[in-house]
């Protein structure tokens, strides 16, 4: 049986690939995904506001090593050497992995502004990352900002790595664009090697006791999934050598099923690994298999895509076709209407 599949130019043994987690921070939890079927790993997402704070630290720092103090000759600063900030960890730790493991490393960055934090993009390059996701962050609170100022901003950011490096580049981002597959087709042109649909922001709860606004952290669901997998099968053979990669809601073979019939290359696993365990990518792959098996499929190939917007009989079932029926195909439960 084959499950080969290729993503963002890279060959992968399967479609199995975790997205960005804590996972990717210990070398053991990384050799667990891979020795249970994992076919690429996404790290830990390095922040712009961290590399920029670290730079204005150092920045200050050097300042006052130049300028001196009198009363400080005893070196009760610390030398610039023993400095290691947040890019130097993850740079470190893009060679671990490197070192580690067999499959794809890909490098994750989570910014918002094309400033110069960007030019250390090069720097996982020369490490060993095999590609590099830019996951744009981004909730458009301005009211005087368009749509098209929006959109702008993510190009400009793609550009600006593209500039810099030339591995693969993924953009990971969320549904809240007018036209989605426009965008996809414009940053594809702008130098995007693949898509992931999508991003999951989290979203501020409040606190009715406290009167305030509190962070908290809801796991996805599998009917998170629905939205990309719509996307990715409208998407499916649209844009000539764009990867798509499904993100969010991803918890059972199952899912990573439906996607693939739509038509994703690869499925991003987090929440799940994170509730259950590493261990859990290989119950998904041989959930995979098994289906495969019963439905006389011998690759990934032979049935990606099968329900694309491309492959069924009504497309517009993708859209709005069945609005209408769904809602009319809903019952209350009993006794809720008299």
């Known amino acids: 049986m084959n499950l080969k599949t290729e993503y963002l130019g890279l060959p992968l043994k399967n479609p199995l690939v975790p997205s960005a987690s804590p996972l990717s921070k210990s070398l053991s939890s990384a050799r667990e995904l891979e020795d249970n079927g994992a076919a690429a790993i996404i790290m830990y997402s390095l922040f712009e506001e961290a590399i920029t704070a670290?730079?204005?630290?150092?920045?200050?720092?050097?300042?006052?090593?130049?300028?001196?103090?009198?009363?400080?000759?005893?070196?009760?600063?610390?030398?610039?050497q023993d400095f290691e900030n947040g890019l130097e960890r993850y740079l470190e730790q893009i060679r671990r992995l490197k070192e580690s493991l067999d499959i794809p490393v890909?490098?994750?960055?989570?910014?918002?502004?094309?400033?110069?934090?960007?030019?250390h993009a090069l720097e996982l390059q020369q490490a060993g990352a095999d590609a590099l996701e830019l996951n744009v962050y981004y909730i458009a609170g301005d009211i005087s900002q368009s749509g098209a100022q929006v959109e702008q901003r993510y190009l400009d950011l793609l550009t600006e790595l593209r500039g810099q490096i030339q591995i693969p580049i993924n953009m990971k981002l969320s549904p809240s664009f007018s036209s989605i597959g426009h965008f996809v087709g414009r940053l594809a042109a702008s130098g995007a090697n693949g898509v992931s649909l999508f991003n999951r922001f989290?979203?501020?709860?409040?606190?009715?006791?406290?009167?305030?606004?509190?962070?908290r952290l809801h796991p996805?669901?599998?009917?998170?999934?629905?939205?990309?997998?719509?996307?990715?099968?409208l998407l499916y053979g649209r844009i000539q050598g764009l990867?798509?990669?499904?993100?969010?809601?991803?918890?059972?073979?199952?899912?990573?099923?439906?996607?693939?019939l739509a038509g994703t290359d690869v499925v991003h696993l987090c929440s799940v690994l994170l509730q259950k365990g590493p261990a859990y990518t290989g119950l998904i792959l041989r959930g995979i298999e098994d289906w495969m098996e019963?439905?006389?499929?011998?690759?990934?190939?032979?049935?990606?895509?099968?329900?694309?917007?491309?492959?069924?009989?009504?497309?517009?079932?993708?859209?709005?076709?069945?609005?209408?029926?769904?809602?009319?195909?809903?019952?209350?439960?009993?006794?809720v209407m008299t």
């Open 106 to 119: 890909i490098a994750s960055l989570n910014g918002v502004t094309a400033g110069g934090w960007v030019k």
């Open 243 to 260: 990867s798509l990669g499904a993100t969010g809601g991803i918890h059972t073979a199952e899912d990573a099923i439906k996607l693939l």
């Open 54 to 80: 670290e730079a204005e630290s150092m920045t200050r720092f050097l300042h006052h090593q130049e300028t001196g103090f009198a009363e400080s000759t005893d070196g009760f600063l610390p030398d610039h």
């Open 202 to 215: 989290y979203q501020p709860d409040i606190n009715i006791d406290g009167l305030r606004l509190q962070a």
């Open 294 to 335: 019963d439905q006389g499929f011998e690759s990934v190939e032979d049935f990606r895509g099968r329900v694309s917007a491309l492959s069924v009989p009504n497309p517009a079932e993708l859209e709005r076709a069945n609005y209408i029926n769904v809602l009319d195909s809903y019952s209350v439960a009993p006794g």
């Open 220 to 233: 996805s669901t599998s009917a998170e999934a629905l939205l990309g997998m719509r996307w990715i099968a």
